[in-house]
């Protein structure tokens, strides 16, 4: 079955290969041009350059030798500083890893207490406060929430560093990390905290958990007997919500100066670098793909019912 799932992903991925390849190609302006703006360069030179990046072929071939040497994990060369893109990848992509990872595990602590509160507490005053407060996290932007953050705990109380990433694998790495996982991790709690609430008052309203109330079981007992089928909603909406944090991460990554895949994105469409902005466009691609598959297997285990 998940060789099947596997085979289905294949034209996935190289539809949305091509379709990333097209639409670079129709961006206004020439990447040869932007890179030699302002510097008195020959039309012969210029010639050159794109003889050198295949700019000067056709589009199919252009695709064909791109995804040859993609395969075997060869992205081509940076336009702009000449490096093999997959250096550059190998050198940004821990850090966006780091802050989406932190991100994730910070707002499954938060969303999974508060989810099984609301549930138990339904209608009370502390589920109406709950639901706000994550309506709150869901309204902000993750771009502006970035912004707040560092005016707040940065300008004004001076508590943590803005920018940076920080040096080595202690406190002055985490002191870094803290607001961007806070930032990620509050904008996911919204959607994980109220779907397990309702998975979880749709579970404890089931037969079977009533049963078990009937029989004596303690409350501890009854949530954990009903948390795992309550979770497959959850675990089902975080393979949505994958989509949303990798762009929050780019976002995240960006607006805190972590010199990740957001800085090299940022940087690589401005300059026009088109075998840069492919290759992470590709590999986001890829990884959403992979976390939609990894997300079917995962819910299936929680629950059967959910196999194919």
């Given at each position: 079955?998940?060789?099947q799932r596997?085979?289905?992903?294949?034209?996935i991925?190289?539809a949305?290969?091509i379709?990333?390849?097209?639409?670079l190609?129709?961006?206004p302006?020439d990447p040869?041009t932007?890179?030699?703006?302002g510097?008195?360069v020959?039309a012969?030179v210029k010639e050159?350059?794109r003889?050198?990046?295949d700019?000067?072929k056709p589009?199919t071939?252009?695709?064909?030798?791109?995804a040859?040497?993609?395969v075997?994990g060869d992205?081509?060369i940076?336009?702009?500083?000449?490096e093999?893109?997959?250096?550059l990848?190998g050198?940004?992509l821990?850090?966006?890893?780091t802050?989406l990872i932190?991100g994730?595990i910070?707002?499954m602590?938060?969303?999974?207490?508060?989810?099984?509160?609301?549930a138990l507490?339904q209608?009370?005053?502390s589920?109406?406060l709950?639901?706000?407060a994550?309506?709150?996290t869901?309204?902000?932007?993750?771009?502006?929430?970035?912004?707040?953050a560092?005016?707040?705990?940065?300008?004004?109380?001076g508590?943590?560093?803005?920018?940076?990433r920080?040096?080595g694998?202690?406190?002055?790495r985490?002191?870094?990390?803290?607001m961007?996982?806070?930032v990620l991790?509050?904008a996911m709690?919204a959607?994980q905290?109220n779907?397990?609430r309702?998975?979880m008052?749709?579970v404890?309203?089931?037969?079977?958990?009533l049963?078990?109330e009937?029989?004596?079981l303690?409350?501890?007992?009854v949530?954990r007997?009903?948390?795992?089928?309550?979770?497959?909603p959850?675990v089902?909406i975080?393979g949505?919500?994958f989509?949303?944090?990798i762009?929050?991460?780019?976002?995240v990554?960006?607006?805190?100066?972590?010199?990740?895949i957001?800085q090299l994105l940022?940087d690589?469409?401005?300059?026009r670098?088109y075998?840069?902005v492919?290759a992470?466009?590709?590999c986001i691609a890829v990884?959403?793909?992979?976390?939609?598959?990894l997300v079917?297997i995962?819910?299936?285990?929680?629950?059967?019912?959910?196999?194919d």
């Amino acid at each position: 079955m998940i060789a099947q799932r596997l085979i289905a992903f294949i034209p996935i991925i190289i539809a949305v290969s091509i379709l990333i390849f097209l639409a670079l190609r129709v961006v206004p302006g020439d990447p040869v041009t932007v890179l030699t703006a302002g510097s008195p360069v020959p039309a012969e030179v210029k010639e050159q350059l794109r003889r050198e990046f295949d700019l000067d072929k056709p589009l199919t071939v252009q695709f064909w030798n791109w995804a040859k040497n993609a395969v075997q994990g060869d992205f081509g060369i940076s336009l702009k500083t000449r490096e093999p893109v997959t250096e550059l990848l190998g050198e940004t992509l821990p850090i966006t890893l780091t802050i989406l990872i932190g991100g994730l595990i910070l707002s499954m602590l938060i969303s999974v207490p508060l989810g099984v509160i609301a549930a138990l507490r339904q209608g009370r005053l502390s589920d109406q406060l709950i639901i706000g407060a994550t309506l709150v996290t869901l309204s902000v932007p993750v771009f502006t929430a970035g912004i707040l953050a560092i005016i707040v705990f940065s300008f004004w109380l001076g508590w943590l560093p803005p920018f940076g990433r920080g040096e080595g694998f202690g406190w002055d790495r985490v002191s870094h990390l803290l607001m961007p996982w806070c930032v990620l991790g509050l904008a996911m709690t919204a959607a994980q905290t109220n779907t397990l609430r309702a998975g979880m008052i749709d579970v404890l309203n089931r037969e079977y958990i009533l049963a078990a109330e009937a029989r004596g079981l303690s409350p501890i007992a009854v949530i954990r007997h009903g948390f795992r089928t309550a979770m497959v909603p959850v675990v089902n909406i975080l393979g949505v919500q994958f989509g949303y944090m990798i762009v929050g991460t780019v976002l995240v990554d960006f607006v805190f100066g972590m010199g990740g895949i957001g800085q090299l994105l940022v940087d690589a469409v401005n300059q026009r670098d088109y075998p840069v902005v492919q290759a992470i466009l590709v590999c986001i691609a890829v990884a959403f793909t992979a976390t939609t598959l990894l997300v079917d297997i995962v819910a299936s285990r929680l629950d059967p019912r959910y196999a194919d």
